[in-house]
């Protein structure tokens, strides 16, 4: 079992910036992928950015390319989002995810049920 918490989120003003932080923890073992995903009211999940934890390979969904950046820390389980040029339209609530055994591609980002585990969810609210 891998568990996940996240810190960050909260309320910006358009244009503005926020970070995300997600650390793993318990049988991290086999964790091959760390992402984020978000969703808004009314919506599906929606993948944002993976990395893969060997390597660091990136990708990112078309809608934040340019804005945002995902990063892991030398220790592989604890990734970042540092979110730039906010937008009324990132608002959402945003969850890390891990994925054990695989690696992930950008076609992970349009599959959640690909993640093997979720953190709890924080809210990000971008207010003009």
């Known amino acids: 079992q891998v568990h996940l918490v996240q810190s960050g989120g909260g309320s910006v003003q358009a244009g503005g910036s926020l970070t995300l932080s997600c650390a793993a923890s318990g049988n991290t073992d086999g964790t091959t992928c760390m992402s984020w995903f978000r969703q808004s009211a009314g919506s599906k999940r929606e993948g944002v950015a993976v990395?893969?934890?060997?390597?660091?390979?990136?990708y990112y969904a078309d809608s934040v390319k340019g804005r945002f950046t995902i990063s892991q820390d030398n220790a592989k389980y604890r990734v970042y989002l540092q979110m730039n040029s906010l937008k009324l339209g990132d608002t959402a609530e945003y969850f890390c995810?891990?994925?054990?055994?695989?690696?992930?591609?950008?076609?992970?980002?349009?599959?959640?049920?690909?993640?093997?585990?979720w953190s709890q969810g924080t809210q990000v609210t971008v207010s003009s």
């Open positions: 995810a891990a994925r054990r055994y695989a690696a992930c591609s950008s076609g992970s980002l349009h599959s959640s049920a690909l993640m093997d585990f």
């Open positions: 990395i893969n934890t060997d390597g660091g390979s990136t």
